[in-house]
Structures are given as C-alpha cells and as structure tokens.
C-alpha cells in the first residue's frame, strides 16, 4: 500500500497531516508549472504575426467590398445603421430595401450607376456619398480600359452583394 494513503483513520491524526503537508508540497510545483506553462503559450501566441498580407481591394468578394467602403455609414446589415450615419444630414438609406422601393425589382443599373457616381440624384440634396467609380478606378494606371473593367468588376460584386440582402 502506498505510503500516502496508509494512516487514513483518526486515530493516526498526525501522520494524516504529514501526508497532507507532504502532497500539498508535491502539488505546489506542479500546479505552478500547470498555470505557468499556458499563460507562457497564450503569450508567446500573441505576440506572433501571421504572414498573410491583406489582400488588395480588387481582390475582394461584394461582401467585403461592402464591409470596408460601406460599413461605415449602412451599418452591418446595411439598414443604414452605420456608426457615423448620425453625421449625415440628409440620412443613410436602407440598403436592403432598395427593391422594395422600386416596385419589387432590384434595379441593377441605377445602383451600379449610383455607386460609381454617374447617377447624381441632385433632386435628392447634396451627395453625401462617396463616388466609388472615381475612389475604386486607379487614374496613374497605364492601362485604362484594364483598370476601368477592374473599377467596374469590383462595383459589379458589390451590386451583387447589395441584390443578395434584399427583404423580402
């Protein structure tokens, strides 16, 4: 039988406590190290970088587009919602119900044109919204007819994501 566990009754009261001041002091280095040791791996874990280089606009899906152009002022459901929407005067419009407004049908064009600027709502106040086309198109490019159907190819998949929030 093991030494630990021999005097268990309570007539033996002083070798229990030396048993217990015994394991108390074999647990003590133990349950150190046992606390040590992944705090020590939590930090060491922190501290490290990944290598993965975020990724340049133009390569995005809608989804993301939307999170880093639009996120700001429609918020994250595109309810217009957004942190600093309070800040514009003529308010932030919901995004997911840019159908309904217009008689059930997500006019594609309109928005594509809203978003890169050709469509300037004047009637509607001043345009507190960025133009994207302008934001989105890289004029310093040598190839412009490239960089326009890149501009466009990112306005597209922003679109499309803006067609797939749509309430019902």
Do not use: K
């Amino acid at each position: 039988m093991c030494s630990r566990f021999r005097n268990r009754d309570p007539d033996h009261e002083e070798g229990n406590e030396q048993i217990r001041a015994d394991t108390q002091r074999a647990a003590g280095p133990t349950l150190g190290l046992a606390l040590i040791v992944p705090l020590l791996l939590l930090a060491l874990t922190a501290c490290t970088t990944t290598d993965t280089p975020e990724r340049e606009i133009h390569q995005l899906s809608g989804t993301e587009i939307y999170a880093r152009l639009c996120f700001s002022c429609h918020g994250p459901s595109g309810q217009g919602d957004g942190p600093v929407s309070s800040l514009i005067a003529i308010g932030v419009p919901d995004l997911t119900r840019i159908a309904q407004r217009n008689g059930g049908e997500f006019p594609t064009e309109d928005v594509q044109r809203t978003i890169d600027g050709r469509w300037d709502r004047r009637a509607h106040g001043a345009r507190d919204m960025p133009v994207w086309g302008w934001q989105l198109y890289d004029a310093s490019s040598e190839n412009d007819v490239e960089e326009r159907a890149q501009a466009d190819s990112m306005i597209d998949r922003l679109v499309g994501y803006l067609r797939s929030i749509q309430v019902e």
